[in-house]
């Protein structure tokens, strides 16, 4: 009966595999490898539902298992958090993965060590002319190139609002500026309603979700360039301490928030909205794809009403008024002890050029309409409703772009960064001692 159970549990694999590798073909390379090559990433089966890059990941990585039957990929999948946590305990003890998922913060203190110089690989890749090569920025160190970018090029800040609720308080479309946002944010409070939903439980998504595109608006992106090149640029510097006292005054001196933003996470605040006890939520594009997908299924005039925006310009800000932040965080990076194997390194190559491109790129655009490392040719919009392609046109087409912070520098700079900020919007610090600490951490860790 074990037998019998395990041919079932095997033939069904094989089925579901096959059905997968018909859905996304991928490049049937014919590979001398024979053994167990090991790879750890963030894509659980609840972090796909609704996540196109997760699910495109997922269903390339089922595919290429699928061609190459006489490798064994042995998967360690963690939740996000997790993930991020025991990648970097290994990291320490030099014992990664064969194959893993490189955050672009870490990439300077992991090259060599831990992450394998790919640069003449990734250069003679079959796919490298379709590769958008502005998202190898992350992961590039001293020229050298230490991953593929992975997953779909998404924002970390997009304000979600409900179109009927703020017609409601007398604007067609979100406001452009933070003072009308605050004057709408009377009018909603009047009901009950916060105007905008925001968690920063996780310290990390007022940098990520906000502050890397509100710092933009003041600072414009040479100053964020000068940083990562060490070229003179500083966090105590004027412009970028007016970033943090505009988002102290937003968060702490208006009713625009929720009371709670420093506690929630931005799981939580995308319910506030979906739930109507907000009329909007600034997060990222898979906030964006969960909001679509449960009011999708469970309030079709919600899911009508969805629009998008970009971050309100403060009235002292001079740069960039529709900019948001856009890039791929993640790499798929080969631990440098693969290379001992040549034919083990070559299967670890052909997985990482295949989770990065055509395959999983057609299937993101296809599918989600998304884009990744490698591009897809133009998307078909029509066969998509019409918030999905909104909400593509707004992401590639209808703002302008900067950096995400924490894609790039250290993450011992960004522990600081991140811990400080909450403390600040906690009434705790001042936006001075904040830029004083987190530049003693670059200096000190960068």
Known sequence: M?????LFLTLALVLTSVAAFAATPVAATELAY??????MHFS???ESEGNGGSDGFRTTLAAWKAAHPEITLEENVLANAEYKTTIAQYAGAQDLPDVYLLQGMNTIAWADKNALDLTEIIKASPYYADY????FTPFTVDGKIYGYPVLTGGTCTVVIYDKAMWAEAGFETFP????????AAEYFSGKGIDAIAFG???KWQMNSDFISTLGNRYTGPDWFASLIAKSGAAFTDEAFVAALKETKHLFNETKIFNDDFNV??????REYFISGDAAAMIGGNWDEAYIWQVLKDTNEEKFNNIGFAVLPQPADATFAPDSQNIGLGYAVAINPKVAEDPDKLAAAIDLAQELTGPAFSTFVAENYALGGLTSAGDVDLSKFDAITAAFYNWSYVDTSTCEIYDSYISSAVWDVFNTEVQAMLNGEMEPEQVAADTQAAYEANY
Not at 2 to 6: G, Q
Not at 176 to 183: A, K, L, N, P, R
């Open 2 to 6: 074990k037998k019998l159970t395990a």
């Open 132 to 135: 958008n090569t502005a998202y």
């Open 44 to 46: 659980t089966s609840e």
């Open 176 to 183: 452009g500026t933070w003072e009308e946002v605050e004057q």
């Open 34 to 39: 024979k053994g167990t090559l090991k790879i």
């Open 200 to 202: 920063n439980g996780g």
């Open 264 to 269: 929630v996470t931005n799981e939580d605040a």
